[in-house]
């Protein structure tokens, strides 16, 4: 087999091995843009962020680096890193913050269950004691009136 550029031989090399894809980028993106100073940590698959317009204080992103739009589209091993990491991000906000008694794990996938950036993030939100009247449920009442039973 011959391959006329370099850069041929890359792009196929790249797909055969499944890195071509981590690539992905969208200038018009708000993930794709992120300045240094606001990724508090990155690895080759993901970046943490503080959320800009926190629901409870330390509300923290995971971040594909990779610009794809779903939790379904992600890679096993992206979906492996995010898990592995919110383990990571959980046990130093409880060490930073000792008023933290729990918190709520998850994706938007799509707009009608509430995504507005169109980037997979997984959101990690703190929980305290007492921030809420009623917590019970959790994000099973992200549909008012139905999280009773
Ligand atoms: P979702 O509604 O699940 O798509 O969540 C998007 C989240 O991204 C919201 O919690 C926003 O506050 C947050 N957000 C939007 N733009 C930025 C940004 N540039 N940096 C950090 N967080 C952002
Ligand atoms: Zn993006």
């Given at each position: 087999m011959t391959f006329k550029s370099l850069k041929q031989f890359l792009n196929i090399k790249m797909r055969m091995t499944g890195l071509?894809?981590?690539g992905s980028r969208d200038h018009d993106c708000p993930f794709c843009k992120l300045t240094k100073k606001r990724i508090l940590w990155k690895s080759p698959l993901l970046m943490e962020v503080k959320d800009i317009?926190?629901?409870?204080?330390?509300?923290t992103l995971l971040i594909t680096?990779?610009?794809?739009?779903?939790?379904?589209?992600?890679?096993a091993a992206e979906l492996r890193a995010i898990i592995l990491r919110s383990k990571i991000t959980m046990k130093s906000l409880r060490k930073l913050d000792k008023k933290i008694t729990g918190f709520n794990l998850g994706f938007n996938v799509g707009e009608s269950a509430?995504?507005?950036?169109?980037h997979v993030h997984f959101h990690i939100i703190p929980r305290r004691a007492g921030d809420h009247s009623n917590p019970r449920g959790g994000i099973r009442a992200v549909i008012p009136g139905k999280a009773v039973y």
């Open positions: 071509y894809q981590y317009y926190p629901v409870s204080k330390n509300h680096k990779r610009h794809v739009a779903s939790a379904e589209d992600c890679t509430g995504q507005t950036v169109p």
